[in-house]
Structure formats: structure tokens, C-alpha cells
């Protein structure tokens, strides 16, 4: 297997996304196709590190990006068709100039590469399987009473909410590991300004806010296709947690995405998060497919 920088290997390239969006498009309903031309483009232009992997003959085999992003490197896609490829990838990309200056590798997706789980562990990586849960939207509807509708103040508030309902760092977590707020701020901005997750949908989002006007909880929505909502993050207050605020915010949020002509709607969750699935299992969400979460801690040279 030979391994070569992805910025001189543009040929096949094109081929290489389209299998990747068609499969995100069947398995999962997610239109990504803005998302490859943005890749695309970084690409092209040197902004964006990643490999190819070819046998002698020059046949393709897989390939990868990745991005160091605030001292963190982040593999933004792993696709490759066996575990030889998956092996030379792996080590490649450990070895590159970004990984040796990162504190920090981080992979989050929908990868099905052959192996590339028990490769990581072997090489020091924390896995934990996400679900990407669905379901119809035909009979969907909950009251909006009592609930507040998305506004620009609940976008500057929302931080600090997360910040309450996932407290402290956790360095498996895809999003604000370390528990800063700067992080949670960054994490609002790619969910509702730059469509890190779909197309933000404030009119299918909702809020609620305690007497004394603090934000309890949220219901943040995405456009994944014309058809299909996403339910991007979903958060309650700790001292508002388990008594129905969340069935409600949800149920209403369903019923709002349907009258937006959504057929259904998905959403992604870390598969130890019992109260969470409890919820998602009572509201008819079913699983679809496996994301993979892997994090390893570098050695600080
Ligand atoms: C998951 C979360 C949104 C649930 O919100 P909530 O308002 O507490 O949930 P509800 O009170 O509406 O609970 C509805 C049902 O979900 C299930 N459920 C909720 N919390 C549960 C818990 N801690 N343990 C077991 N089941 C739970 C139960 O079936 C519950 O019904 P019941 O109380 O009649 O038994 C909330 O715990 C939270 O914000 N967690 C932190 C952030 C998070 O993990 N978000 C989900 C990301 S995918």
C-alpha cells in the first residue's frame, strides 16, 4: 500500500464523494453534497490535510482528511475498502507533522472502513458507539403551550445552558470537550450560523424558560434534506430535568418539523446515554445506523 498527500491526487477524488454522500443519503436521509464542495474547495486550494491510499498498481483503496482545529486534530472522514488500507492510513496519519502537534485526535462519523475500531484501540483511542436514531413524523404533534419559539436571545443564551446540562470536560465528548465556555459558544455557531449539522431550523426549534425568565430548555432543529428534520441537540436544565419538560419540548418540536413538511425526523446519541435513549425510545425513535466517537490523548512532546 502506498500512501500520498490528498492535495496532489485530485483524480478519483470526485468519485471518492459521491460514494460518500449516496450512502449518507440512503442509510442516513443527509443530503451532504454542500458539505463535499466545501471540502472540495479547501482541498484544491491546500487548506485541508489528507491522504490517499493506492496499491502498486494505482488502484484507490481509501483515503481521509483531517484538521487541526485549536490543538485538537479532528479526522473528518475515514473511508477505505480493507483492513490492509485501513492499517497504512492509520499509521500515515499518526505520523504526520499536524497529529505530532496536536494534543488531542478526535474522529467522529458515520465510517464503516474495515477494522478501523479495533486499529484505534490498539493505538491508545477511547471508542464509543453512537446511534443514529429515526422516526416518521405522520402522527407527530405536541403542544407548543407554555413553550417559547427560537429568538436571537435564546442563541446568546443557549451556551451556558449546555454548559449547565453537560457539565464539566469530558474527552470523549464530539463537541466542547473541555467544558469551556468559549467551546460551547464555538459548538452554537457551527450548529445555527454555519450548518455544521444541517440547516438550523428556528422555526421548528423551541425553548423554555423558568419563572424568573432563565433558559430550561432546548429543542434545536436541523433541515437535513427536504424531507427529514434532525433533532441537532436537545438540553434541560438539571434542576428542570425529569419532569416532562423534555417529552413536551420534543413532541411539539415533531409536530412543528412535520408541518414543515418533513417525513421524519433523526438525531445522534452517545449509546450510554440511558436517560436520553429512554426518552428517544418512548417518543418512537428506532436505530439506523452506527456513528463512530474515538478520542486519544497525545503526549504533550
Ligand atoms: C435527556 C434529557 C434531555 C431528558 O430531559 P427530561 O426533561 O429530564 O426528560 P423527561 O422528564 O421529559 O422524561 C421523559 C421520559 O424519558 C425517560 N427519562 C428521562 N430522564 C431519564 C433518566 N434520568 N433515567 C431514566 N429515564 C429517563 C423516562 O422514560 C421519562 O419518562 P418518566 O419520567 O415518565 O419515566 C435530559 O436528561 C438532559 O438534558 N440531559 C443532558 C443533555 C443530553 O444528554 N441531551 C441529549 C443529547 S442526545
Redesign the pocket.
Known amino acids: 500500500m502506498i500512501v500520498s498527500d490528498w492535495r496532489e491526487a485530485g483524480d478519483g477524488l470526485a468519485e471518492a464523494y459521491r460514494v460518500e454522500a449516496r450512502r449518507a443519503r440512503s442509510l442516513l436521509h443527509w443530503n451532504t453534497d454542500a458539505n463535499w464542495r466545501i471540502v472540495e474547495t479547501a482541498r484544491a486550494h491546500g487548506h485541508l490535510p489528507g491522504r490517499v491510499v493506492r496499491d502498486i498498481d494505482g488502484h484507490w483503496h481509501g483515503w481521509t482528511f483531517f484538521l487541526l482545529h485549536d490543538g485538537a486534530l479532528q479526522i473528518g472522514a475515514f473511508s477505505t475498502d480493507s483492513e490492509a488500507a485501513t492499517d497504512a492510513l492509520v499509521r500515515d496519519l499518526l505520523r504526520s507533522p499536524e497529529a505530532s502537534r496536536a494534543s488531542r485526535v478526535t474522529l467522529f462519523g458515520f465510517v464503516s472502513a474495515p477494522g478501523l475500531a479495533g486499529r484505534l484501540r490498539t493505538e491508545g483511542f477511547t471508542v464509543e458507539p453512537h446511534l443514529y436514531l429515526t422516526t416518521r413524523l405522520d402522527q407527530a404533534g405536541g403542544s407548543v403551550q407554555g413553550l417559547d419559539a427560537w429568538t436571537p436571545e435564546t442563541t446568546a443564551d443557549v451556551a451556558e445552558l449546555l454548559s449547565a ?2 457539565p464539566g470536560s469530558d474527552p470523549m465528548r464530539p463537541f466542547a470537550s473541555e467544558g469551556r465556555m468559549e467551546e460551547w459558544r464555538d459548538y452554537v455557531r457551527a450548529l445555527i450560523e454555519a450548518g455544521g449539522c444541517g440547516t438550523f431550523m428556528p422555526e421548528a426549534s423551541l425553548a423554555i424558560s423558568s419563572a424568573v425568565g432563565q433558559l430550561d ?1 432546548v429543542a434545536i432543529i436541523t433541515r437535513l434534506d427536504a424531507d427529514t428534520a434532525h ?1 441537532a ?6 434542576s ?11 413532541a411539539a418540536a415533531m409536530g412543528l418539523a412535520r408541518a414543515r413538511q418533513c417525513e421524519r425526523m433523526t ?4 449509546a450510554g ?4 435513549r ?5 417518543m418512537g425513535f428506532t436505530s439506523r445506523a452506527e456513528f463512530l466517537s474515538a478520542a486519544r490523548i497525545n503526549r504533550v512532546a
Open positions: 446540562a453537560y430548555g433533532l441537540q436537545m438540553a434541560i436544565r438539571p428542570a430535568q425529569r419532569r416532562g419538560v423534555g417529552q413536551r419540548l420534543l438525531l445522534l446519541v452517545n446515554n440511558c436517560p436520553a429512554a426518552l428517544y425510545d418512548r
